[in-house]
């Protein structure tokens, strides 16, 4: 089992940055991929970024070119920089750790853009 601690929302201007931490623990975090989603009010919740066991990165279109995820190993935790927020990137943001058809989810953490 996995337990997932989100860390690092906030409220931030237009264009401006936060980074998001998600700590892991339970578990070997090394074996596990490690996705970041979000929802906002009213929406399905969608899939942002993806980090691979191997380091591998995925995108949303959406986020392309102003997120980026990472991890370390050595600390149990994976990021998630982002750069030029924008208002509709407003959401909860959730973490969330796959293996072998096993998912375990965070609690969330509150992102809020203003205009």
């Given at each position: 089992?996995?337990?997932?601690?989100?860390?690092?929302?906030?409220?931030?201007?237009?264009?401006?940055?936060?980074?998001?931490?998600?700590?892991?623990?339970?578990?070997?975090?090394?074996?596990?991929?490690?996705?970041?989603?979000?929802?906002?009010?009213?929406?399905?919740?969608?899939?942002?970024?993806?980090?691979?066991?191997?380091?591998?990165?995925?995108?949303?279109?959406?986020?392309?070119?102003?997120?980026?995820?990472?991890?370390d190993n050595?600390?149990?935790?994976?990021?998630?920089?982002?750069?030029?927020?924008?208002?509709?990137?407003?959401?909860?943001?959730?973490?969330?750790?796959?293996?072998?058809?096993?998912?375990?989810?965070?609690?969330?953490?509150?992102?809020?853009?203003?205009?």
């Amino acid at each position: 089992q996995v337990q997932l601690v989100e860390s690092g929302g906030g409220l931030v201007q237009a264009g401006g940055s936060l980074r998001l931490s998600c700590a892991a623990s339970g578990s070997i975090f090394s074996f596990w991929s490690m996705d970041w989603y979000r929802q906002a009010p009213g929406k399905q919740r969608e899939l942002v970024a993806t980090i691979t066991t191997g380091g591998t990165t995925s995108y949303a279109d959406s986020v392309e070119g102003r997120f980026t995820t990472s991890r370390d190993n050595a600390k149990n935790t994976v990021y998630l920089q982002m750069n030029s927020l924008k208002p509709e990137d407003t959401a909860v943001y959730y973490c969330r750790a796959t293996r072998w058809g096993y998912d375990y989810w965070g609690q969330g953490t509150q992102v809020t853009v203003s205009s």
